[in-house]
């Protein structure tokens, strides 16, 4: 059984197990704008769509994106930020989102997470979806334990439980002595672990994440990638991952979805295959950066002329 | 998909890292006490320094007095009941008409950064008030309530309310969009992105209008107090007015001290308070 579930109109609070009783989130069903979130159930395989062609056509994806266009403003100031894209992103799987500039990858994750409303197309998310930025977004205010409980709380998890989970998602993140520092006590890297922890603490069964690594140094980045990827396979996370940075893609996607730009369309798709451990510095992943970046390169010359 | 686990690697970075705890040895606080107040101690000598010179030069000698016959006269006023009996009646004066201010103040901005057409209608009837020299309004207060304690009050609520509205407004107004961001992503809608997002946000720009509320707050109050005569309620600002009609310059300037010192100890509390909040959150250099 497939069922997508409007999140957007899941109310604040709700249960940990969301993703198992949709009838009683309240959702409008097919009255909601755009369709955006009224996927009817059983309609999350979309066949259609041409750069989506999630492994294992018999699944339902866990996140599908059909036809979604996105104007911003209207008559002759309108910009077109996104063409018509559509992805499948099968549960559990790790998708990598490049282009260059204007490409709209920003502009995509804002609508997955419900944050704006597609123009036209439908987005169709099984279960909850999380969020993480470029910059960790912690609450300067809290500690970094109070951060991560503050994403319990707004889900309705009772106090005892919550600290015991906060517990546990800081040593998941290797930060259990720091539960009381604050932001700007800890380095970068720390702070993007914590809003990682934060995130994992929405219980998300998607991750959005949106160039979450692109303010750190490379030493740094290069042992996140290899936390995320232990961390994902802990729990089957499925990701949608934004970068700029192709090797990064390479190093860490299922599969590698390389976008055009003003439109943002999606134009390759390049599937990664599974063989051992990966390295940043490998030369398989080199080797597939090497044709991804070639790819950009044309898109960007289409630009340049 | 088998990846070493590192997390001595990790652990190794982050104490790289972090910034060394670099706190000073024994004597570090009182060196930091010294250094915090011997500016100010110089500031008064040189401001009795010149008050003294003033005075030898015999300019209006028949009224002027020297620092030292003010001080004495200060010391004896702090010797008898009388001094602290008004500082009392002016201070819960203060108190109270602080705290109507501050829950005025702060209803009002919550429900005009909420509200956009209530915005538009006295957002700036707000900044308009706070311009508004207060003692205009005391003939105004006097009119309505006669010479009463709650005119003035009402005096001391429309000097800092505005100040605190606003405060208020404006931290919520520059809630950063990121972490708004964050929180509708975690699910905080309406009340609870108030409480645990926009409220915590706006705290240090809130405390600002309060500090300045404050300050709006003790000017009112002397305003009102020197104009309204309120019987078997004898204040600071009676008692400066009857130094004033007596011409006892040494009286008045004993008062002026006090009405001053309370102003800056007060202030200084909420300067600590607003210090405070801004290094919890990392919003000082380090070195401060």
């Known amino acids: 059984m497939s069922l997508s579930i409007g999140r957007r109109s899941a109310p604040p609070g709700t249960t940990p197990a969301a993703s198992a009783v949709p009838a009683a989130q309240g959702n409008p069903g097919p009255a909601t704008p755009a369709g955006l979130a009224a996927a009817p159930a059983g309609n999350?395989?979309?066949?259609?769509?041409?750069?989506?062609?999630?492994?294992?056509?018999?699944?339902?994806?866990?996140?599908?994106?059909?036809?979604?266009?996105?104007?911003?403003?209207?008559?002759?100031?309108?910009?077109?930020?996104?063409?018509?894209?559509?992805?499948?992103?099968?549960?559990?799987?790790?998708?990598?989102?490049?282009?260059?500039?204007?490409?709209?990858?920003?502009?995509?994750?804002?609508?997955?997470?419900g944050l704006d409303t597609p123009s036209s197309g439908r987005i169709s998310v099984q279960g909850r979806v999380a969020l993480m930025f470029q910059e960790p977004a912690l609450f300067p205010w809290?500690?970094?334990?109070?951060?991560?409980?503050?994403?319990?709380?707004?889900?309705?998890?009772?106090?005892?439980?919550?600290?015991?989970?906060?517990?546990?998602?800081?040593?998941?993140?290797?930060?259990?002595?720091?539960?009381?520092?604050?932001?700007?006590?800890?380095?970068?890297g720390m702070r993007q672990r914590v809003a990682l922890?934060?995130?994992?603490?929405?219980?998300?069964?998607?991750?959005?994440?949106?160039?979450?690594?692109?303010?750190?140094?490379?030493?740094?980045?290069?042992l996140l990638h290899d936390e995320l990827e232990r961390i994902c396979a802990e729990r089957t996370l499925t990701v949608l991952f934004v970068t700029h940075n192709v090797r990064e893609a390479a190093r860490l996607g299922d599969r590698v979805l390389v976008m055009s730009s003003r439109p943002g369309r999606v134009i390759e798709e390049y599937p990664v295959p599974r063989t051992g451990p990966r390295r940043i510095d490998s030369v398989q992943v080199a080797e597939l950066a090497g044709r991804m970046t070639d790819r950009l390169r044309e898109e960007m010359r289409r630009h340049g002329s | 998909m088998a990846v070493s686990l590192q997390p001595a690697e990790i652990a190794g970075l982050d104490n790289l890292e972090l910034r060394q705890d670099r706190s000073g040895g024994p004597g570090a606080a009182a060196r930091r006490l010294w250094a915090a107040a011997w500016p100010k101690l110089l500031a008064i000598a040189l401001v009795l320094a010149a008050w003294q010179l003033v005075h030898l030069t015999g300019w209006k000698h028949y009224v002027l007095k020297g620092p030292s016959t003010v001080l004495s006269n200060l010391w004896q006023q702090m010797q008898g009941a009388m001094l602290w009996q008004i500082i009392g009646v002016t201070l819960r004066s203060a108190i109270i008409g602080y705290a109507l201010a501050l829950l005025i103040g702060s209803v009002i901005g919550v429900l005009v950064a909420r509200i956009p057409p209530l915005r538009a209608a006295v957002g700036s009837i707000i900044t308009g008030l706070q311009t508004m020299p207060s003692i205009a309004w005391v003939p105004f207060a006097i009119i309505i309530f006669g010479q009463s304690s709650a005119a003035i009050l009402f005096v001391v609520i429309l000097g800092a309310a505005p100040s605190i509205a606003n405060g208020l407004i404006n931290g919520v107004d520059y809630t950063p969009p990121l972490l708004l961001r964050a929180g509708r992503t975690m699910g905080l809608r309406g009340i609870a992105l108030y409480r645990y997002l926009v409220l915590p946000a706006s705290l240090p720009a809130y405390v600002a209008g309060m500090k300045q509320g404050w300050a709006f707050a003790w000017r009112s109050l002397m305003a009102g107090e020197l104009v309204v005569q309120i019987i078997g309620q004898f204040s600071i600002g009676q008692q400066l007015d009857v130094y004033q009609q007596n011409l006892d310059f040494a009286g008045a300037t004993s008062i002026i001290i006090v009405i001053l010192v309370i102003g800056i100890v007060v202030d200084t509390l909420f300067t600590k308070a607003d210090l405070a909040i801004r290094r919890r959150r990392g919003l000082l250099d380090a070195a401060i």
């Open chain 1, 197 to 222: 922890a934060r995130a994992l603490a929405q219980d998300a069964d998607v991750l959005l994440m949106d160039e979450p690594f692109g303010a750190l140094d490379a030493m740094t980045r290069d």
């Open chain 1, 142 to 188: 809290l500690t970094a334990g109070r951060n991560i409980d503050v994403a319990l709380r707004a889900r309705g998890v009772a106090k005892a439980a919550r600290t015991a989970r906060t517990r546990e998602l800081l040593e998941t993140v290797h930060l259990a002595g720091f539960g009381r520092k604050r932001p700007h006590e800890l380095s970068g």
């Open chain 1, 44 to 113: 999350g395989s979309t066949a259609a769509a041409p750069a989506g062609g999630a492994r294992g056509s018999g699944i339902a994806p866990a996140l599908s994106v059909s036809e979604v266009s996105k104007v911003y403003g209207a008559g002759r100031g309108a910009v077109l930020a996104l063409d018509r894209v559509s992805l499948n992103v099968a549960p559990g799987e790790f998708v990598c989102l490049i282009g260059a500039s204007g490409c709209g990858k920003s502009t995509l994750l804002n609508l997955v997470a």
